[in-house]
């Protein structure tokens, strides 16, 4: 009876030294996205990815371009989307866009035919415009796919000032909470800008692909594979 009892000590003992077993890991768990903890996933989807094309291993940081490419794109597609609203409605800017050439009076039957109604020196400046806040964008320090702010614009890359979007600095006042949600809320709204500039569009240049925008007038222009067709073409035609 003595020589069990030892054995059961010492079995006890022994035990107190085994390690304890990892709890099992899922294989999910071990793979971790890139996708993981970035703004602009939707529940209850949250991130979509089928291509993979969030791993950056192979092809450098491709994950931030996407991303500042996305914003960029939200963004021309909610100015395009108001633009398209308020111009069909019979607002435009005062003035001229050109030399003798008012705004109103390149107002067309679409908004597409009243790209083509603008006339090549119009078209140069918006061109020109769109090319100087990208170029602003571009040669900030550090750059945003080396640490710098995704979607910073400033008139002063070097000083960081007149910003684009926040000219009169209202937003420092914003916490981080409110800064946070505002960002969720630009991309959410630009993402449905996105598909509202692709459906009219789409209505304006094919009959009945938006069986509900049937009524809007028809568009025979070049737009959007030829966006100067109405001044000149590649093959000087």
């Not at 009169?168 to 800008?193: C, F, H, I, P």
Request: aromatic share 10%; hydrophobic share 45%.
């Amino acid at each position: 009876m003595a020589r069990f009892a030892a054995l059961l000590a010492l079995a006890g003992t022994a035990g107190a030294y085994v390690a304890p077993v990892a709890p099992k890991v899922s294989a999910s768990a071990l793979k971790a996205s890139p996708l993981d903890g970035l703004e602009g996933g939707q529940v209850p989807l949250g991130n979509w990815d089928p291509l993979n094309l969030a791993d950056t291993t192979q092809f450098g940081p491709t994950l931030e371009w996407y991303r500042a490419a996305e914003l960029k794109h939200c963004r021309v597609a909610m100015a395009a989307f108001v633009g398209m609203v308020l111009q069909a409605n019979g607002w435009v800017f005062p003035g001229n866009i050109a030399p003798g050439v008012t705004f109103k009076s390149c107002v067309g039957a679409t908004p597409l035919d009243t790209w083509d109604n603008v006339p090549l020196y119009g078209k140069y400046q918006i061109i020109a415009w769109v090319g100087l806040m990208e170029l602003c964008t571009e040669i900030q320090k550090p750059h945003y796919l080396m640490g710098g702010k995704v979607g910073e614009v400033n008139f002063d890359p070097v000083a960081k000032t007149y910003s684009l979007w926040d000219p009169v600095g209202s937003m420092k006042k914003w916490d981080d909470a409110t800064k946070a949600r505002g960002r969720l809320v630009e991309l959410q709204n630009g993402r449905a800008a996105m598909f509202g500039v692709a459906g009219l569009v789409s209505a304006w240049k094919t009959d009945g692909s938006v069986p509900l925008l049937n009524f809007f007038p028809d568009y025979t222009g070049g737009l959007p594979t030829e966006p100067f067709a109405a001044n000149w073409h590649l093959s000087g035609i």
